[in-house]
């Protein structure tokens, strides 16, 4: 056999670089959406208390507002 004009040593080389750099390419893709939409999917676990209850512990609130839309919540 004769491996200077098949695949090993002539142009071949160039697809098994492509295949492999789609196969990367591939799974970085994978990797990035699915960090990303495991990311966004635990942000809508918290109920509205508890992002007030934050928002209100971080000092965006104050306490008028606080207790405002606090009883807002209970209403609803």
Known sequence: MNYADGYYFGWGWF?????????FSSFG????????HRKFDTLSNKDAAT????????????R???LEQKSDIAAA
């Open 64 to 66: 008028e507002q606080y």
């Open 51 to 62: 992002i007030l209850n934050e928002r209100y512990a971080a000092g965006k609130l104050t």
């Open 15 to 23: 697809l098994w670089l492509g295949f492999i750099m789609l196969l």
């Open 29 to 36: 893709n994978w990797g990035y959406s699915y960090r990303a």
